[in-house]
């Protein structure tokens, strides 16, 4: 099995198409496309062909791929991305963190960002949509939803019914973004149009598949917050640099320190200090992954945001994304 990073892959045009009779360039355009693997063929090699084609929507990849033999897979694990399989027709049969999982037109399967996967058998003549989407914008729409951090891969359950609710509909979009991989000019390619479209294809996701903040999603919208509490939160996003004291903001936000302790804790379970903390590692996040490591570095990108213990940055940097802080940079360049 390959063991080299999963997204250490060359970079592809926003769509394309492939086709080949041999299982080596198969595999081959496999990694390419997205992860590194292995290859076998179990039964029919001799009418073996592979065809992808695929479109890349924001930091989702939606491919429409199919075989005509029998093969099975084996991947490293998805470290950042997390990864769905819809059967359009035949069955898929995997492995992830002990998790066995026969996908089928009514019913896909889901792979973290963690474990390895084994495909232990993709059924000759199948078609399946192939969808990757990039851990950071799948945890960062969780986060937009719920208006607060989350600090640890989405647990999905290894599989979601297609057949109806959220799941039936998440399975018609992807299916019409596939319609579009072939038309001369897709409407994906309008920003006004794709970025809704992979937002709702994120959100579509969380809502159907079973994971432990799937009730909190579903629920009634809790009372609107507290103004002193909206009051905190507005100042520190606009200059989340600034070192706010939690009388600084409790003074901003018109109550008491112990008040507005309160309410952070009642309404996003943090204390405004970590809400700070992690509103500065977004921004932190976001210069990295944007910026050019031969003329940035952590260091000034971190005091910029406003952290001066760079031990401590690290560590929490490192536990809210999984990588390293220069991670982040080196992967952007």
């Known amino acids: 099995m390959a063991n080299s990073d999963a997204t250490a892959v060359p970079s592809l045009p926003w769509r394309f198409s492939t086709r080949t009779l041999d299982p080596d360039e198969a595999s081959e355009q496999g990694t390419q496309t997205y992860y590194p693997l292995r290859m076998n063929i179990l039964r029919g090699a001799e009418q073996f062909k592979m065809s992808i084609d695929a479109m890349q929507l924001g930091p989702i990849l939606v491919g429409d791929c199919r075989f005509d033999a029998d093969i099975k897979m084996d991947f490293a694990e998805l470290r950042k991305f997390y990864h769905l399989n819809i059967p359009l027709s035949g069955y898929l049969h995997s492995k992830n963190l002990g998790n066995e999982i026969t996908a089928t037109p009514e019913r896909a399967v889901l792979y973290g960002p963690t474990g390895d996967v084994q495909l232990s058998r993709w059924s000759a003549r199948s078609r399946i949509l192939c969808i990757k989407i990039r851990r950071e914008a799948l945890e960062a729409e969780l986060e937009r939803l719920l208006q607060r951090p989350i600090r640890a891969p989405i647990d999905f359950a290894p599989s979601m019914d297609l ?150 940055f690290a560590i929490a940097y490192s536990k809210k994304y999984g990588v390293r802080p220069f991670a982040t940079l080196r992967a952007g360049r």
């Open 163 to 312: 057949t109806h609710g959220y799941g039936r509909i998440l399975r018609d979009l992807a299916c019409m973004l596939v319609g579009q991989i072939g038309r001369e000019e897709p409407l994906t390619r309008q920003e006004i149009i794709g970025a809704p479209l992979w937002h709702s294809m994120l959100t579509h996701l969380l809502a159907s598949a079973d994971h432990r903040y799937q009730e909190e999603l579903l629920s009634p919208a809790p009372p609107c917050r507290p103004p002193a509490l909206k009051r905190a939160i507005e100042a520190m996003r606009a200059s989340p640099e600034t070192p706010f004291s939690a009388a600084e903001l409790a003074e901003i936000a018109g109550v008491s320190i112990r008040t507005l302790q309160a309410a952070f804790q009642t309404h996003l379970n943090l204390a405004p200090m970590a809400y700070l903390r992690d509103l500065r590692l977004e921004r932190v996040h976001a210069e990295l992954a944007a910026s050019d490591p031969s003329c940035t570095s952590v260091t000034e990108v971190a005091y910029r945001w406003g952290f001066t213990h760079l031990g401590r």
